[in-house]
């Protein structure tokens, strides 16, 4: 199977793509009739839906893998685990799920990028609600707890999360 697209565009860190291509393969490795679930990257796949805010495909792919890949690569659960908060709106959840799985050298990149992109995203929905937004919320959007959110000033700790997103 030729996965040089894939891995193009994962040293390229053009993680928006990975999705589509992930698809566009698997379309192509299925209409061929060759079987390919054992060495196919289920993870890379669902993150790559995930990356771009697809829930719904993530959610449709994961229900497509056989359970003895999902029972064989815990990683591809921990991916899922991610869809899963971010389906259900646990935003505090999906900053855990991220950081309590130890990721593979192949997708660190992608989680890593992922991470990033969510905190900026609950960031400016942060920033929008800056007046109102209570000390617990605030912990629960960037994945605090409710005392470092408490005690540490919003505007420096805006300040350091833009310098922050931005490297």
């Known amino acids: 199977m030729d996965f040089s697209a894939l891995n193009d565009a994962l040293a390229s860190k053009s993680y928006d793509q990975i999705a589509d291509i992930c698809d566009t393969l698997m379309l192509q490795v299925s209409s061929q009739g060759v079987v390919f679930q054992d060495e196919w990257p289920y993870a890379i796949h669902l993150l790559g839906h995930i990356y771009i805010s697809d829930i719904n495909s993530a959610r449709f792919l994961w229900k497509r893998i056989p359970l003895a890949v999902k029972e064989r690569q815990p990683e591809v659960v921990a991916a899922w685990n ?4 971010l389906w259900t709106r646990d935003y505090a959840g999906v900053h855990e799920a991220i950081r309590e799985f130890n990721w593979s050298p192949e997708v660190q990149g992608i989680v890593a990028s992922f991470s990033e992109l969510y905190t900026k995203k609950m960031f400016e929905l942060l920033v929008s609600a800056y007046s109102t937004i209570s000390t617990q919320d605030t912990a629960l959007f960037l994945g605090l707890n409710a005392d470092d959110a408490a ?7 805006f300040t350091w999360l833009i310098t922050f997103v931005q490297i």
Request: glycine letters at 10%.
């Open 82 to 85: 991610i869809g899963q908060k």
């Open 151 to 157: 005690n540490c000033n919003l505007s420096s700790f």
